[in-house]
C-alpha cells in the first residue's frame, strides 16, 4: 500500500508569489490535513480536510488556503509568500472521522524556501 | 486538548532500553495519550497510543500510570536508528484528526 506521496518535494520561491502543494493521501484514507514546521514555532496546524470539507483549521491568516477533491487529493495554497513562510509543510492522512481517526499517517514533506 | 509536559533531550546506550517520561496532569477522562516520533527530515510517524492499560506493539510499549497523569514510552531495545523526536500527545480519539504538538523530547542513541 502506497503512503502519503507529497509533491514536490523541495520548492523555492521568491516573496510575493503564491504556491500551491499536492498532498495523495493513503488509499481509502478520507481526511487529509496539513501542517507547518518551522525551527521557531515546530510543528503547527494549518487545516484539515475531510470529504472535501474543511472541518477545522489552525491559527493562521488567510493567505493559507486549502481544498479537497472527490478522490480526496488535497492542495494547499499559500498567497503572497513572505520570508517567514519557508518551512516544512506536512500532509497526514487519516482512515474517516471513526475512532482511528488520530492515527496518521504523514508524508515526507514539501522544504519550502521564500527568498 | 490536554497539555503535555515533556524532557527537552535524553540519551540512550544503543542496545539499552530508553524510557521517555511524559507528565499529563490535566488530562480527562476521555483522552487518550499517542506517541509519535520524527527522524531528521521526515514526516512524524505513529508509534503507540493507550487510554488506561498499559500497550504494547511491535515498535514500543507505553505504560500510563494509574492516575494517567503521566505515561512512559518504552523503546525495549534502542538502535541508532531510533534517533529522533519523540512527541506525546493527548486529545480524544474521535472527531477531528487534529494533532496538537509540543516540542518533545530529542532521544539520541549512541553507540
Known amino acids: 500500500k502506497a503512503g502519503v506521496t507529497q509533491t514536490p518535494r523541495y520548492l523555492i520561491k521568491t516573496r510575493g508569489q503564491q504556491v500551491t502543494l499536492s498532498c495523495s493521501p493513503i488509499?481509502?484514507?478520507?481526511?487529509v490535513s496539513w501542517y507547518q514546521q518551522t525551527p521557531g514555532q515546530g510543528l503547527q496546524f494549518l487545516f484539515e480536510?475531510?470529504?472535501?470539507?474543511?472541518?477545522n483549521k489552525g491559527n493562521f491568516p488567510g493567505r493559507f488556503s486549502g481544498r479537497q477533491f472527490s478522490n480526496s487529493r488535497s492542495e494547499m495554497n499559500v498567497s503572497t509568500l513572505e520570508l517567514g513562510d519557508s518551512a516544512l509543510y506536512l500532509c497526514?492522512?487519516?482512515?474517516?472521522?471513526?475512532?482511528?481517526?488520530?492515527?496518521?499517517?504523514f508524508g515526507q514533506g514539501t522544504r519550502l524556501t521564500v527568498v | 486538548d490536554a497539555k503535555t509536559t515533556q524532557p527537552p533531550s535524553m540519551d540512550c546506550a544503543e542496545g539499552r532500553a530508553a524510557n521517555l517520561p511524559c507528565n499529563h496532569s490535566?488530562?480527562?477522562?476521555?483522552?487518550?495519550v499517542y506517541w509519535y516520533r520524527q527522524i531528521h527530515s521526515q514526516g512524524p510517524q505513529y508509534i503507540i497510543h493507550?487510554?488506561?492499560n498499559n500497550e504494547t506493539n511491535e515498535m514500543a510499549s507505553l505504560i500510563i500510570t494509574e492516575d494517567r497523569k503521566s505515561s512512559t514510552l518504552i523503546l525495549p531495545h534502542a538502535t541508532l536508528r531510533d534517533t529522533a523526536v519523540y512527541y506525546c500527545?493527548?486529545?480524544?480519539?474521535?472527531?477531528?484528526?487534529?494533532?496538537?504538538f509540543g516540542k518533545g523530547t530529542m532521544l539520541l542513541v549512541s553507540p
Open positions: 497526514a492522512s487519516s482512515p474517516d472521522d471513526s475512532i482511528l481517526a488520530t492515527e496518521a499517517f
Open positions: 480536510y475531510f470529504s472535501e470539507t474543511q472541518r
Open positions: 488509499s481509502g484514507h478520507r481526511s
Open positions: 490535566t488530562i480527562s477522562g476521555n483522552e487518550y
Open positions: 493507550g487510554l488506561k
Open positions: 500527545i493527548v486529545r480524544v480519539r474521535s472527531g477531528y484528526s487534529t494533532l496538537t
